[in-house]
């Protein structure tokens, strides 16, 4: 008897495995390795899930998600129509490579790139090819030299989860003129909001060059705190758009997420507030962590990605001194950085416990 075979590249993948949120015997852990909002969601999104909850949830949500298209194209200055939503950034992601590549196509992505990369570029059986970087940072170059005629797209996170790097507009600018214009360049940008960096932009401006081959994708996971909720949204163009409602989950936007991110995207104040303690905090950890002999990447996203003297045995026995005293960060070993721990920024006192810990650690 002869198993079943799946199609090509889906036994390649490795399951990605999400950050733990617990620690046998640890009632009350401090979970920094998610990068997931301190501040949590915004009040008014949390009363406008409840209120769609109590409305009832027998009928199905608005598979358009109209409201919420609005509210993402009134706030960021969007037409609505070029925006499109789904269960979270990476369901696009996946629906990209679905749409658009399939057996003997290949689609680039850098080296530290986002892990969810090769995952979706496996699953439609294209070929991976990763570029190396330079310094931690996406090479634009390297990219562009990697392309042969069956490359069909680029994925480029920027910033970068796990390091923190980004490349600037000028540098994104060059990669879109270096690609030939059937390429679909991908930028993802779920840690946009957190940049302070005149030089940066999230790409809206390439999405409307007029060719029809870049799309920007966004999450409600990462400032706006509703990471349970799995809400993303892209920009691209009407053609883009149309390929990816045709693949689309019908209704793959639940009537209480839809009605917590169009709440969410609204509290410009709660988003400030995120923001601001985000900026006190980058510098002070990263600064705390370098006066303990460590390097730190820097980074525009709401962590850390931070490099040990003693290579990956001294990074290893931090991680398991961390979770002898409650404290959950992440190994960064399947990146091929296992010298290195990603550090999501908490609240302050979750910051100043880590800080505290490690200190010990280096004692």
């Known amino acids: 008897m002869h198993p079943i075979k799946p199609r090509n590249g889906i036994l390649n993948i490795t399951p990605?495995?999400?950050?733990?949120?617990?620690?046998?015997?640890?009632?009350?852990?401090?979970?920094?390795?998610?990068?997931?909002?301190?501040?949590?969601?915004?009040?008014?999104?949390?009363?406008?899930?409840?209120?769609?909850?109590?409305?009832?949830?027998?009928?199905?949500?608005?598979p358009a998600c109209t409201a919420l298209r609005a509210a993402i194209g009134e706030v960021h200055g969007l037409d609505p129509t070029q925006i499109i939503c789904s269960g979270g950034s990476e369901e696009l992601l996946h629906l990209l490579a679905k749409g658009y590549a399939t057996d003997g196509d290949e689609i680039i992505y850098c080296q530290y790139g986002f892990i969810a990369y090769p995952i979706?570029?496996?699953?439609?059986?294209?070929?991976?090819?990763?570029v190396s970087e330079d310094n931690y940072t996406a090479n634009v170059d390297g990219i562009i030299a990697a392309v042969t005629p069956r490359t069909k797209l680029v994925n480029l996170a920027n910033p970068n989860n796990p390091t923190g790097t980004y490349l600037t507009k000028a540098e994104v600018q060059r990669l879109r003129n270096g690609l030939r214009d059937d390429i679909?360049?991908?930028?993802?940008?779920?840690?946009?909001?957190?940049?302070?960096?005149?030089?940066?932009?999230?790409?809206?401006?390439?999405?409307?060059?007029?060719?029809e081959n870049t799309i920007v994708t966004r999450t409600f996971s990462k400032i706006y705190g509703l990471a349970g909720a799995r809400v993303g949204w892209a920009y691209g163009?009407?053609?883009?758009?149309?390929?990816?409602?045709?693949?689309r989950g019908t209704f793959n936007v639940t009537v209480m997420s839809q009605a917590a991110a169009t709440a969410a995207v609204r509290d410009r104040d709660h988003v400030a507030k995120a923001k601001a303690h985000n900026l006190k905090w980058v510098p002070e950890m990263s600064k705390a962590l370098e006066d303990m002999g460590m390097t730190v990447t820097p980074s525009q996203g709401n962590f850390i990605l931070a490099h040990f003297p003693g290579g990956p045995e001294q990074a290893q026995a931090a991680d398991t001194f961390l979770r002898s005293k409650g404290i959950i960060v992440r190994p960064v070993g399947n990146y091929d950085l296992a010298g290195a721990l990603r550090i999501t920024i908490g609240t302050d006192a979750e910051n100043d416990a880590l800080l505290s810990v490690m200190k010990t650690f280096f004692t």
């Open 120 to 130: 979706t570029i496996n699953a439609v059986g294209a070929t991976p090819v990763m």
């Open 16 to 62: 990605y495995k999400a950050g733990d949120a617990k620690i046998e015997g640890v009632a009350n852990v401090i979970k920094l390795a998610s990068n997931e909002s301190p501040l949590g969601p915004s009040p008014a999104a949390v009363d406008a899930a409840k209120k769609a909850a109590d409305a009832g949830l027998q009928l199905y949500p608005d």
């Open 184 to 211: 679909l360049l991908v930028l993802d940008a779920a840690y946009a909001e957190y940049v302070e960096q005149d030089d940066y932009d999230a790409g809206f401006e390439l999405v409307d060059n007029g060719l």
């Open 237 to 247: 163009p009407p053609s883009v758009l149309d390929i990816l409602h045709r693949i």
